[in-house]
C-alpha cells in the first residue's frame, strides 16, 4: 500500500478554527464509514457516475476535493482507480488513511485548504481524468469550483445542497447563532451560472433526500454538539450542557427523533 500524506504548504492561519471544528467531527465520521447508510450513498456514487459516463478506463486518476474520510474515494479505489484525496481537516486525512490501511486500498492524501493557490502550489493542472467534490462548504465559492475544473482533463462532478431543512439543527442554530441565513438557493444558482460558462455538456439532476433519525437522547447531545460546535461559541462541554437542556424536553423514552429534508444538487460537465 502507498497511502501517503502530504501537508501542503499553504498559510492556515485565517482556517485554524475551521480545522478544529472538522477535526473534532473526523472519529464520528471515521464510526460512520461502515454504517449501512453510508456504504448505500458510497454504492449511488458509483452507480450514478457509471451511468453517466462520468468515470474513464479502470487505471486513471480521480481527485476527490474536501474528502474528509474519503468514502467516495475508497469506492473508486476499490473499483481500479488511482484515487487521490484532498481535505483541511489533518484529522479527517489521518482517518482516510486509518480506513484505507485497513481495507487494503492506494490512496494519495493531501492536508490543505482548497483553493487555486492550493492548486497551483501542487502543480494540478488538468491531472486527472475525473475532479469531484460532496458537500464540501468551500465549493460554494466559485473561484473554488474553478480550481476544481481547472484540475481534471476529463470530466467533474459537484454534489451540494441546493435547499436544507433540519428541525434540530435550525432550531439550535437558530439559539446559537441566529437564524441561519445561508442563502443555498442564491449560492446554487450563481454556482451553476459559472459552470455553465466554465464547462461543456452540463447536466443538473436534483434529488430531494428526506431521512428520519432516532437516537438517544446522550447520543442526540454528543452529535449536535459535533454539528454545531466552533471555538468562537466557547467550549465543548459548555455547549453540550445548553444543547442537553433544550433537547430534553422533545424526548420521547429518552429518545430524540430528528428530521430532516435536503434538496441537492448533482452537476455534471465535461472540461473538454
Given amino acids: 500500500m502507498n497511502n501517503t500524506i502530504q501537508e501542503v504548504s499553504v498559510d492556515l492561519e485565517d482556517w485554524r478554527d ?3 471544528a472538522w477535526n473534532n467531527r473526523s472519529t464520528f465520521f471515521v464510526e460512520l464509514h461502515n454504517r449501512e447508510d453510508r456504504k448505500a450513498q458510497v454504492t449511488n456514487f458509483i452507480s450514478f457516475v457509471k451511468e453517466e459516463n462520468l468515470l474513464p478506463l479502470a487505471g486513471a486518476s480521480v481527485l476527490d476535493v474536501g474528502c474528509g474520510v474519503c468514502d467516495y474515494a475508497l469506492g473508486l479505489a476499490r473499483e481500479g482507480y488511482k484515487a487521490t484525496g484532498i481535505d483541511l481537516s489533518d484529522g479527517m486525512i489521518r482517518g482516510a488513511k486509518q480506513l484505507a490501511d485497513r481495507e487494503g486500498l492506494d490512496v494519495s492524501l493531501y492536508i490543505a ?4 493557490e492550493t492548486r497551483i502550489k501542487l502543480k494540478w493542472d488538468k491531472t486527472f481524468d475525473f475532479a469531484y467534490s460532496f458537500f464540501c462548504p468551500v465549493m460554494y465559492d466559485v473561484d473554488n469550483i474553478r480550481a476544481m475544473h481547472d484540475t481534471s482533463r476529463n470530466t467533474c ?3 451540494a445542497f441546493s435547499e436544507r431543512h433540519d428541525e434540530i439543527v435550525d432550531m439550535l442554530s437558530d439559539h446559537f447563532f441566529g437564524r441561519d441565513a445561508f442563502p443555498w438557493h442564491d449560492k446554487m444558482e450563481e454556482s451553476l451560472a459559472a459552470i455553465h460558462e466554465m464547462g461543456h455538456n452540463v447536466k443538473v439532476t436534483y434529488k430531494t433526500v428526506p431521512e428520519t433519525e432516532v437516537m438517544s437522547l446522550d447520543k442526540a ?3 449536535f454538539t459535533m454539528r454545531l ?4 461559541w466557547g467550549t465543548m462541554d459548555a455547549m453540550k450542557e445548553e444543547i442537553r437542556n433544550l433537547i430534553e424536553p422533545l424526548a420521547v423514552n429518552d429518545e430524540i427523533t430528528n428530521r430532516t429534508v435536503d434538496k441537492v444538487a448533482w452537476v455534471t460537465w465535461s472540461v473538454k
Fill in 113 to 116: 485548504p482548497w483553493s487555486d
Fill in 157 to 159: 462532478l459537484w454534489v
Fill in 221 to 223: 447531545v454528543e452529535y
Fill in 229 to 232: 460546535h466552533n471555538n468562537e
Fill in 18 to 20: 475551521e480545522q478544529d
